[in-house]
């Protein structure tokens, strides 16, 4: 049986291609399937296209009916940053919804940490996500939204491009032994606020997610077990870790028509976890 009309004007995402980073393990992975079964193309940004997990996202987003191009790009290099957009541009791609969902994590004690680890945190989970961002902006203000605020409800509703980070219960906690990735995640939060002030009025909507404790590859030091996941997993509501499964409503929400009165919001999908 076919969805409700209403549901697929809502929530659908038809016709609509978004640009992913950190696309091709984990929650990013599971995101772009989300994002193609909803009907969207994906733009995968990935450090090595041709590594099997790279290909293996691009054929399933295919599976579901939806083209997947995939541009290399290593976010921790400014140049290849850079180029993505006017690259995009030069090609022909038309975006219309950008997730910035690639991070990096690394534990240390804080008076441990080192520079390096540091920078190059800070490099792609926040820095990255902003100079995309601001170039997509710069080109979706100069063309397809020139003239937005003249244009009728029903216009701006279909015109109105989307911006999600992924940012992190730690947006809102300091975590232990994070500082790096904590500090990224807060820098998330308030850039999304930063952002959508200045760009919601001219038709760029720009929102967080922040899931909690996720099964992913960057949790498997804490799910060892022992007394720090015991611990971890009594604060939750729901009393299990997350699934990168249960972002996919969260995330198509925010993208689609659904969404399109909600701005600088951090929307946290995270069983229940800041409210504890």
Known sequence: MSQPKYLSML?????????LTGGVRGIGRQIA???????????????RPEDIDSINVATQVESFGRRCRTYKCDLSDRAQVLGVVPQLHHDGVEI???????????????EDFADE??????????????????DLAKYWLGSSLHGYATLDAQEKSYKMKKI?????????????????????????????????????????????????????????????????????????????????????????????RAGNYVGGEIHAVDGGFLGR
């Open 11 to 19: 929530f659908g995402l038809d016709g609509k291609t978004v640009l």
């Open 33 to 47: 399937f989300a994002l193609a079964e909803a009907g969207a193309d994906i733009v995968l940004l990935a450090r």
């Open 117 to 134: 680890e540091w920078d190059t945190i800070l490099g792609v989970n926040i820095t990255a996500g902003f100079q995309l961002s601001r």
């Open 96 to 110: 219309d919804c950008f997730v910035h969902c690639a991070g990096l994590q690394h534990r240390s004690p804080a």
């Open 164 to 256: 999600l980070f992924i940012a992190s219960v730690l947006s809102f906690t300091g975590g232990v032994e994070t500082p790096a990735y904590t500090a990224s995640k807060g820098a998330i939060a308030q850039l999304t606020k930063a952002l959508n002030n200045e760009w919601m009025s001219k038709g760029i909507c720009v929102n967080s997610l922040a899931p909690g404790y996720i099964e992913t590859d960057l949790t498997t030091a804490l799910r060892d077990g022992g007394e720090k996941e015991r611990k971890i997993v009594e604060r939750i509501p729901a009393g299990r870790w997350g699934h990168p499964g249960d972002l996919s409503g969260g995330v198509i929400y925010l993208l689609s």
